[in-house]
């Protein structure tokens, strides 16, 4: 059973940069799979961040590529989110999930996510 | 982006009723349409896959159907354990857009 769990800092300055990281465990991060990040402002819908494949190459949503990287690390078997000069707006869980399928077919494991406040 | 838009945003229905939520695309996406199940606190859950395939442990009075921009989510018969927000997305294209959600409660 692939399980997934994110980490990092629960509050970020504004314009500071925000920091997670997705530890996977019960299956390996150098599988056929991609691996997203998907967010969701407090009480509202889901947003899909990006992706990365074991290889490095990543794909992110145009609305936030300017300021998203998203990196794997095999010998960890962990990915990771970096967003720089955050906003408020940017304060959100945020969830890691394994893509399966081709290409990214749809969602099947997630993380129980993480918060992230954006807050002086 | 393609935009995903669900109707309704809530229903409340009682149990043992059949439910349909629907999705519509603002473009054509052929089959690539997902369903996802989250319940207050907790990370999304994929019900169904690739329009009409049941995720494993899905129980199987969830079903998908639809084509081209118009898609369906029915429950045939309503438990209680089904109280959540469902929410329809699409992998036809990066980036991978969902619907706002439709919160379901039980009369």
């Known amino acids: 059973q692939v399980q997934l769990q994110e980490s990092g800092p629960g509050l970020v300055k504004p314009l500071g940069t925000l920091s997670l990281t997705c530890a996977v465990s019960g299956g390996s991060i150098s599988s056929t799979n991609w691996w997203s990040w998907v967010r969701q402002p407090p009480g509202k819908g889901l947003e899909w961040i990006g992706e990365v494949y074991r290889s490095g190459n990543t794909n992110y949503n145009p609305s936030l590529k300017s300021r998203v990287t998203i990196s794997v690390d095999e010998s960890k078997n962990q990915f990771s989110l970096r967003l720089t000069s955050v906003t408020a707006a940017d304060t959100a869980l945020y969830y890691c999930?394994?893509?399966?399928?081709?290409?990214?077919?749809?969602?099947?494991?997630w993380g129980r996510g993480t918060l992230v406040t954006v807050s002086s | 982006d393609i935009q995903m838009t669900q109707s309704p945003s809530s229903l409340s229905a009682s149990v043992g009723d059949r439910v349909t939520i629907t999705c519509r695309a603002s473009q054509s996406i052929s089959s690539f349409l997902n369903w996802y199940q989250q319940k207050p606190g907790k990370a999304p859950k994929l019900l169904i896959y690739d329009l009409s395939s049941l995720q494993s442990g899905v129980p199987s009075g969830f079903s998908g159907g639809g084509s081209g921009t118009d898609f369906t989510l029915t429950i045939s018969s309503l438990q209680p354990e089904d109280s959540a927000t469902y929410y329809c997305q699409q992998s036809y294209s990066a980036p991978y857009t969902f619907g706002q959600g439709t919160k379901l409660e039980i009369k």
């Open positions: 999930a394994r893509c399966s399928g081709a290409g990214c077919s749809s969602f099947d494991y």
